[in-house]
């Protein structure tokens, strides 16, 4: 029993479902896993990760809430197991280009339209725990494989790689979470030309109605990548 209580608590505690081994008995009930992670993706896509509950999942599978703790510990295992599902639901399509930057842009790419498809993923890995999932380790795998297939290497290719993971996840995360109505647009435009004085630059830009998300999110991974050749340049 200390034992128990030392994985689950204090320094040495391991809260990621994909670490801890799997419960296994005689009488585990006929819902598998699979099952679980489905009705969990089609629950959040639905009402959220504020409204997903132990009981509201249970009673989704037409089951008693006990029958999902053969699989799961908590809401965070289920919300854990989610993410990576979106992750893979789709491969990126690498491997045959003639260019590193191609395989990078297939892989974000990809990892963008499953966050979009699924909104309430787009916040998750940045607050809950490390994202370590296999599909997600699988489309992180083929990333850093082609970063150093181009030539980055130590420090540099732990920087190339987050600067990356960080442009599509903040990305998705604030296409995901802006709600701005046509009226707020104009009415903060307004009052942005009435405070030019303050704000000259983005009165001028229009800056409320810059919402032209997949051509910033390209010409920033654009940036990004052109950078990432300077260095490798240099």
Known sequence: MG??????TGTGEVRSVWLRPRRTSRGEPPLTLVRIIEAAVALLDEEGIERLTMRRLADRLAVVAPSLYWHVDTKDDVIE????????????ET?????????VT????????????????????????????PN????????????????????????????????????????????????ERRAGQEQLRADRDRYPTLAAQGY???????????????????????????
């Open 136 to 183: 997600f380790l699988s489309g992180m795998e083929t990333l850093q494989a082609t970063l150093i297939r181009a030539g980055f290497t130590g420090k540099g290719l732990s920087a190339a790689t987050w600067a990356l993971y960080n442009h599509v996840m903040g990305s998705a995360a604030s296409e995901s979470a802006l709600r701005i109505t046509d009226e």
């Open 81 to 92: 197991l989610a993410v990576d599902a979106i992750f893979g639901e789709a491969a990126p």
């Open 3 to 8: 034992g128990e209580r030392d994985r689950r």
């Open 95 to 103: 491997g045959r280009a003639s260019h590193w930057r191609d395989d």
């Open 106 to 133: 297939a892989v974000l790419t990809v990892w963008r339209a499953a966050l979009l498809r699924h909104p309430w993923a787009a916040a998750v890995p940045a607050r809950q725990r490390p994202t370590i999932g």
């Open 208 to 234: 409320l109605y810059d919402d032209d998300w997949d051509g910033s999110f390209a010409t920033g991974l654009d940036y990004l990548l052109d950078g990432l050749e300077a260095q490798l340049a240099a």
